[in-house]
């Protein structure tokens, strides 16, 4: 019902920044909750961030350096990453689902139906 397609990725210094897109298409009632996920090669994928209508939460080892927001008329999700380390290095990952959200659910990507093919971003030091 929903597709999702990221961009922005690119290889970058460390201190520099980065402005994620995911384009949102088809029926888009089906993306009431919105994430980011990001996963290292052999790690877990993590949750980065979250948006719904109210909300935005933040994994806490982000430390405030990245943003999420959402633009509901051209139906695109960024994720603004600011200061970015070695460890940010990562594909991220767009993905959304029409169910709400907790404070203990977001973050678990087994909640979530939709998901992009990812975008790489390389932080070097």
């Known amino acids: 019902q929903v597709q999702l397609q990221e961009s922005g990725g690119d290889s970058v210094q460390a201190g520099g920044s980065l402005r994620l897109s995911c384009l949102i298409s088809?029926?888009?009632?089906?993306?009431?909750?919105m994430a980011w996920f990001r996963q290292a090669p052999g790690k877990e994928r993590e949750g980065v961030a979250f948006i719904d209508t109210f909300n935005s939460k933040y994994a806490d080892s982000l430390k405030g350096r990245f943003t999420i927001s959402k633009d509901n008329v051209r139906h695109v999700l960024y994720l603004q990453m600011n200061n970015l380390v070695p460890e940010d290095t990562a594909m991220y990952y767009c993905a959304a689902d029409s169910r709400s959200m907790t404070a203990n659910t977001w973050y678990l990507p087994g909640n979530y139906r939709f998901w992009g093919q990812g975008t790489q971003v390389t932080v070097s030091s």
């Open positions: 088809g029926k888009t009632a089906s993306s009431r909750s």
